[in-house]
Structure formats: C-alpha cells, structure tokens
T-cell receptor, first 112, second 115 residues
Framework: DQQVKQNSPSLSVQEGRISILNCDYTNSMFDYFLWYKKYPAEGPTFLISISSIKDKNEDGRFTVFLNKSAKHLSLHIVPSQPGDSAVYFC???????????FGKGTRLHILP | DVKVTQSSRYLVKRTGEKVFLECVQD?????MFWYRQDPGLGLRLIYFSYDVKMKEKGDIPEGYSVSREKKERFSLILESASTNQTSMYLC??????????????FGPGTRLTVL
C-alpha cells in the first residue's frame, strides 16, 4: 500500500511557465516532507523540505506547499528552466524515524 | 559537502554470479541505505543499517544481503544474481534521526545488468 503517491508519472511545461508537481500521503504520522530531483544516471539530490508546522517553504525558484488536512503537498517551480527537466521524488518521514518513504516520481519535461 | 561514493557506475554480471556493490560515505553518518530504482516503481528500500553490524530489512530484501563492518562502508550482496535484479542501485546515508529530521544523501548509483 503506497503511503506516498505521485499520481502524475510525467508532466510537460513550457520554459518560463510554472511547474506544479503534486504529492499525496496517507500516513498521518508523517510530519516532514522532502522533494528530491534526479537526473538520468545520477543519484537523487535533495531539493527542498517542509515540516508539518509550516504550510509553505520557499527557496529561490522552488516553493513547497503543505495542506495537512488534505494530506497533500505540491512543489512549484517558477520560472521553469530547461535544467529542471528531471524526475522529482516526493518523500515523507516521521519525527525520529530514520527511514524516508518515497513516491514513484514524476518526470518533468521543460519544453523550449 | 557529504560525499557518498559507489564502487561502480555500470556493472554487467551473469545469472548465478555473486555480486558485491560497495558504498562509502565520508561524513560519519550513522545510517546507510540501499535502494533500487525501477521505471514506474520509484525508489524501493532494500536494506537499512543504523550502526556498524546492525541492519534492518526494507521493503524488498529477498535475494539480497548486506554487510556493514565499518561505519563508513555499506555493502550490498546479491548471493546469486538473477535477471530480475537488473536495476539501478542507489546507496544513501544520513545522520541518525533521533530527535531530528535528517535528509538522505545519495551516491551516483550503480546500473547493474544481469544477463
């Protein structure tokens, strides 16, 4: 049973526009959420995170929004750039738990 | 910067061979992880180690074993490689999560092909 769900396997966005990647979770014990970015033939790299005490966290062009009541988070990338083309993994963990649960990923294509 | 290195980027093995994948981290992290990544399946945890000689099964441990004799090194062993173990293998490390949240740092991955 998937605890972290990314329902869109892929997404195409025009360069310069906003990219919105969505993620849902089912486990109410999760209170820390992360986004990782992965290029082909490379390991995932940490992008941005948010704890459940916040509903928004911003880092440059990247913003993560958390809606706890809906158990939903989203990653906004504005403006989208060609280098943003990658697979994005949503992940979640609980306080004190060393394991992170990953979603299946969304492949983002930035179109010229 | 945390550095996680994996012994090989690409590996080709034959069915039935014993395969060793090595991972080394240089940041004195307590935790180390092995995942495999397959299209449409995301990252699946194979094994996790929270200390030297300590290990815990992940979601898909069948056909794999691990060894952690030193804090910085975590090995994944395929006792008898099979074609369904063809995959991208990713190693990660993190500080202990007790009392905090800790992101995982990943190595570059090993693309293993079993023929």
């Amino acid at each position: 049973d998937q605890q972290v769900k990314q329902n869109s396997p892929s997404l195409s966005v025009q360069e310069g526009r906003i990219s919105i990647l969505n993620c849902d979770y089912t486990n109410s014990m999760f209170d820390y959420f992360l986004w990782y970015k992965k290029y082909p033939a490379e390991g995932p790299t940490f992008l941005i995170s948010i704890s459940s005490i916040k509903d928004k966290n911003e880092d440059g062009r990247f913003t993560v929004f958390l809606n706890k009541s809906a158990k939903h988070l989203s990653l906004h990338i504005v403006p989208s750039q060609p280098g943003d083309s990658a697979v994005y993994f949503c992940a979640a963990s609980a306080w004190g738990d060393d394991k992170i649960i990953f979603g299946k990923g969304t492949r983002l294509h930035i179109l010229p | 910067d945390v550095k996680v290195t994996q012994s090989s980027r690409y590996l080709v093995k034959r069915t039935g061979e014993k395969v060793f994948l090595e991972c080394v981290q240089d940041m004195d992290h307590e935790n180390m992880f092995w995942y495999r990544q397959d299209p449409g399946l995301g990252l699946r945890l194979i094994y996790f180690s929270y200390d030297v000689k300590m290990k815990e099964k992940g979601d898909i441990p069948e056909g794999y074993s691990v060894s952690r004799e030193k804090k910085e090194r975590f090995s994944l062993i395929l006792e008898s490689a099979s074609t369904n173990q063809t995959s991208m293998y990713l190693c990660a490390s993190s500080l202990s999560g007790t009392g905090s949240y800790n992101e995982q740092f990943f190595g570059p991955g090993t693309r293993l092909t079993v023929l």
